[in-house]
T-cell receptor, first 114, second 113 residues
Framework: NAGVTQTPKFRILKIGQSMTLQCTQD?????MYWYRQDPGMGLKLIYY???????DKGEVPNGYNVSRSTTEDFPLRLELAAPSQTSVYFC?????????????FGNGTRLTVT | GENVEQHPSTLSVQEGDSAVIKCTYS??????FPWYKQELGKRPQLIID?????GEKKDQRIAVTLNKTAKHFSLHITETQPEDSAVYFC????????????FGQGTRLTINP
């Protein structure tokens, strides 16, 4: 099992560019999450999904979009990148509700917008 | 709203001493409280968790206590070692509505030799 795989590991974007952060998991988990971690700060939830075809906003969804067409994949789309989106992005998955088992995190994508 | 406050933001202790990190949560319905450790440049990983039906849980040098009345919980690390240096995050599970984990701001723990 590869677990949760994120690509790319690093990316530099210019202001106004767009990109998609990829996240895939091979554990057949239903729940998937996108968090961002700003320097010296905690993890803020951007979007989450409880199953294929179902997505919902977290605490900081502005400037992002997601889709969940399959159980395995949960890409995060940045439209019109802004410097405020400079952060480390973590994707995570879990089989069922977070009450029952720990989150499995990917290795993160470090994004810089200049 | 759903909120978790974590203190202190940085903590420096001598090797062998104890370290304590504290968190408070906003919703009395929260019933699950995990702690994650994040080493430099790596992903967060679960180190210990506690559910609301117990007041304390221990795993070797790590323990977590929960006070439901006061809505706070704490991480205790005894006999600290250099490999304990990391950022620690507390989290609370909010079972209503979105059923999600909300994380605290993190504590950077440094163990001085």
């Amino acid at each position: 099992n590869a677990g949760v795989t994120q690509t790319p590991k690093f990316r530099i974007l210019k202001i106004g560019q767009s990109m998609t952060l990829q996240c895939t998991q091979d554990m057949n988990h239903n729940y998937m999450y996108w968090y961002r971690q700003d320097p010296g700060m905690g993890l803020k939830l951007i979007y989450y999904s409880v199953g294929a075809g179902i997505t919902d906003k977290g605490e900081v969804p502005n400037g992002y979009n997601v889709s969940r067409s399959t159980t395995e994949d949960f890409p995060l789309r940045l439209e019109l990148a802004a410097p405020s989106q400079t952060s480390v992005y973590f994707c995570a998955s879990i089989e069922d509700s977070p009450y029952y088992s720990p989150l499995h995190f990917g290795n993160g994508t470090r994004l810089t917008v200049t | 709203g759903e909120n978790v406050e974590q203190h202190p933001s940085t903590l420096s202790v001598q090797e062998g001493d104890s370290a304590v990190i504290k968190c408070t949560y906003s919703d009395s319905a929260s019933n699950y409280f995990p702690w994650y450790k994040q080493e430099l440049g790596k992903r967060p990983q679960l180190i210990i968790d506690i559910r609301s039906n117990v007041g304390e849980k221990k795993d070797q040098r790590i323990a977590v206590t929960l006070n439901k009345t006061a809505k706070h919980f704490s991480l205790h690390i005894t006999e600290t070692q250099p490999e304990d240096s990391a950022v620690y995050f507390c989290a609370a599970y909010f079972p209503q509505g979105a059923q999600k984990l909300v994380f605290g701001q993190g504590t950077r723990l440094t163990i001085n030799p």
